[in-house]
């Protein structure tokens, strides 16, 4: 069921509200997720709104520079990205959600450390 969501960076600079089913979150192991501990939910684009901090956001982006990583400039939080297997969306970070108990959500695994395998037995499974 869709339910609208409030989130924030630590420092609280930056909050959003998201629209979602949190039928599930993406553990992914790709060199910057798996450091940062983040797990992943999908937003449509019209599904996220920034709140407030907009200009306390910065952008990290490596390797194909096609997935946007943005976390706050006090705090190092990182509260949502535009991933690399559809930067057209939003993926969300759970874990700044608000009041989520993330022991009664599944978690599904990306493995992102070989993203070229991994993204193409994700979109076979789409077809």
Not at 83 to 110: K, M, Q, S, Y
Request: proline fraction near 3%; hydrophobic fraction near 35%; charged fraction near 25%.
């Amino acid at each position: 069921m869709m339910q609208t969501y409030k989130g924030s960076c630590h420092c609280s600079r930056v909050t959003f509200e998201v629209r979602a089913n949190l039928n599930h979150v993406i553990d992914c192991n790709c060199s910057l997720c798996r450091r940062r501990g983040a797990l992943w939910h999908a937003a449509e684009e019209t599904d996220l709104q920034i709140l407030t901090g907009q200009a306390d956001l910065v952008l990290y982006q490596f390797n194909t520079n096609t997935a946007k990583h943005y976390f706050c400039k006090y705090c190092g939080i990182h509260p949502f990205i535009r991933p690399r297997l559809d930067p057209r969306r939003w993926a969300v970070n759970v874990r700044c959600i608000e009041g989520v108990n993330l022991a009664g959500i599944p978690v599904h695994t990306f493995d992102g450390e070989h993203w070229e395998e991994a993204a193409k037995a994700f979109y076979e499974r789409r077809k």
